[in-house]
């Protein structure tokens, strides 16, 4: 299924090798290149595809290179060719240019935002905070210019100094997804660069514009030519190219757990280094003791931001029959009162899914829990297809109540704005469903009960945890990541993501002036 979706665009068609159509908007959008060894440059067969607004797909956002393996192949020599360079610079002059790349994100966020929105559909308030989400990764991370702590220790033998460091891995190759377009690819590229590597980076093939906005960012800052390279393009292609490429020492992937299995294996066959961050499905308890207002505020923020199309959505709501009848009333009230549209328009609450492969997607998995025993449809449920939304992919805010834990709307990743609400009878109950998923990103609970939430806290097997906050909005100095199919042992974001972009070395100085023998020697007091 995953492999069949990379060959699609937002209107659903192949588009590899397309480069015009008719409609007047796409004839003017504008034309971009790759960016590799510091030069702006076509793709070597010069093809193109489009980028579409998903709000309204006679909109082309512009056109972007078709990459091969021709392609990634020169952005991986002119990674490696830059790496002595930027890794012999000191960090905190690294740390200098990412301070400034810093200045330029925030002085454009209006215009990225408004690009990103245009090219994913998210409101503009959530393209606001993508943008500053990587302006915070930026900050925090080149901070690390001037820490990047290693640490001594004694050794075991006199007259004997040992030390760990950290050093850079090398050329990177970083694989990033369209729903945090600019987020999620700041917090794979500041690290990387902190640290002293190089990198070449692929973003989705829906999202090319604002990871285009952050490398063009770079370039201002003055990150030197070859450190950072962008080819983009389709993932069986120039994704594949990447994740095979023998001279990247890393591949740090975020997307879908399926695609994210291809790249493990690939990486496993070349010894590659290899940090996955894959999907969800995230749970809220709501238990008797809740405030319900709130809980059902953060059910609605979790379930329906980014149109349900975040890693950590709230797409499972485990709710404790005494306030069950309450809480859905209100939940189902709300969603219903949601205004879909384009995420240009301030006064609108949700917009598009991403593109017609998602709407298809989407709508399958509403049919399955339509038919699955029990469940109850309680709103929304159709795609939205007349005036505004007629030229975009537009679907109601979905609830589902009644849902069995092991019905498939309460076990798969559906990535679309459907949650399912699930009755329980007690906490024990409720962390038991929430618990028995395959992945394991984002918990939540609402209580009034400081005992129920430790308890919780302890034992739900997540990466995350919220009490009393929706699943979703991590902060930038807390690592990010989940268990089971959701990661494969990494964490992103905080000091944490330092692990995965360093490598460390132990250092040992022998200033003795004779051999001694670790393990051997026998030491006497003197
Ligand atoms: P995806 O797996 O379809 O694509 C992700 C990236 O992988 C894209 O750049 C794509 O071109 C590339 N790719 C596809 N096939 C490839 C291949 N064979 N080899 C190499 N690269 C390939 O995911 P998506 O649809 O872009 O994103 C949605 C998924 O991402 C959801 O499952 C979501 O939960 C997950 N996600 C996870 C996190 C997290 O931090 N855990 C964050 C955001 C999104």
């Given at each position: ?35 590799i060894?510091g ?36 952005a ?7 790496f ?22 925030i ?22 905070g ?6 915070d ?24 100094f ?62 030197p ?14 994704g ?21 299995r ?31 207002d ?52 301030p ?129 930038v ?50």
């Open positions: 299924m995953a492999q069949a979706k990379k060959a699609l665009s937002k209107n659903g068609k192949k588009q590899q090798g397309r480069s015009s159509s008719s409609s007047p908007a796409r004839t003017s959008a504008k034309t971009y290149y790759n960016y060894g030069s702006w440059v076509k793709a070597a067969s010069g093809e193109t595809f489009e980028n579409l607004n998903p709000a309204d797909t006679r909109d082309c956002v512009g056109r972007f290179p078709v990459s091969s393996e021709e392609d990634v192949n020169r991986v020599d002119a990674a490696r060719e830059a002595n360079g930027w890794r012999r610079m000191p960090a905190p002059r690294r740390a200098e240019i990412l301070f400034r790349l810093g200045e330029i994100l002085r454009n966020k209006e215009r990225f935002a408004q690009d990103m929105t245009r090219e994913m559909g998210k409101v503009l308030k959530e393209t606001g993508d943008v500053q989400e990587a302006i990764c930026t900050y925090y991370t080149a901070g690390e210019g001037r820490r990047l702590h290693g640490f001594t220790t004694p050794a075991e033998m006199p007259d004997k040992a030390m760990c460091v950290r050093q850079p891995v090398g050329s990177c190759g970083l694989i990033t997804p369209w729903n945090f377009p600019m987020a999620i690819p700041s917090w794979k590229l500041i690290p990387a660069l902190v640290c002293g590597n190089t990198v070449v980076i692929k973003p989705a093939e829906d999202t090319p514009l604002s990871t285009y906005n952050l490398v063009k960012a770079c370039e201002e800052a003055g990150v030519p070859g450190v950072v390279n962008l080819v983009t393009g389709f993932g069986e292609t120039a594949a190219a990447i994740t095979n490429h023998p001279a990247l020492r890393l591949i740090s992937f975020t997307g879908s757990t399926e695609t994210g291809i790249v493990a294996s690939a990486c496993a066959d070349r010894n590659a280094i290899c940090s996955l961050e894959m999907g969800g499905k995230n749970v809220i308890i709501v238990m008797d003791d809740a405030d319900i709130l809980a059902v505020e953060g059910a609605i923020w979790g379930a329906f931001g980014t149109s349900g199309q975040r890693c950590t959505a709230s797409s499972r709501l485990v709710v404790h029959k005494k306030v069950y009848k309450q809480f859905t009333k209100k939940l189902v009230e709300q969603a219903a009162s949601l205004r879909v549209g384009d995420g240009a328009n006064n609108v609450d949700m917009g598009p899914v991403i593109n017609a492969d998602a709407v298809h997607k989407i709508m399958g998995y509403i049919e399955i829990g339509e038919r699955e025993d029990g469940a109850r449809l309680a709103c929304g449920g159709k795609r939205l297809t007349g005036g505004e939304h007629a030229n975009g992919y537009f679907i109601e805010p979905t609830v589902f109540t009644d849902v069995a834990p092991d019905m498939r709307i309460a076990q798969e990743e559906i990535f679309g704005p459907v949650t399912a609400v699930i009755p329980t009878a007690s906490l024990e109950g409720a962390i038991e469903i929430a618990n028995n998923v395959r992945y394991g990103l984002s918990a939540a609970i609402y209580t009034s009960d400081v005992n129920r939430a430790f308890h919780a806290m302890n034992e739900m097997y997540t990466g995350i945890f919220y009490v009393n906050a929706s699943t979703i909005g991590a902060e100095h807390l690592p990010f990541g989940g268990t089971k199919a959701t990661g494969n042992g990494h964490r992103e974001a905080g000091t944490q993501v330092l692990d995965i972009f360093s490598e460390w070395k132990s250092i040992y100085v022998d200033y003795s002036g004779k051999l001694q023998r670790a393990q051997i020697d026998a030491i006497e007091p003197q």
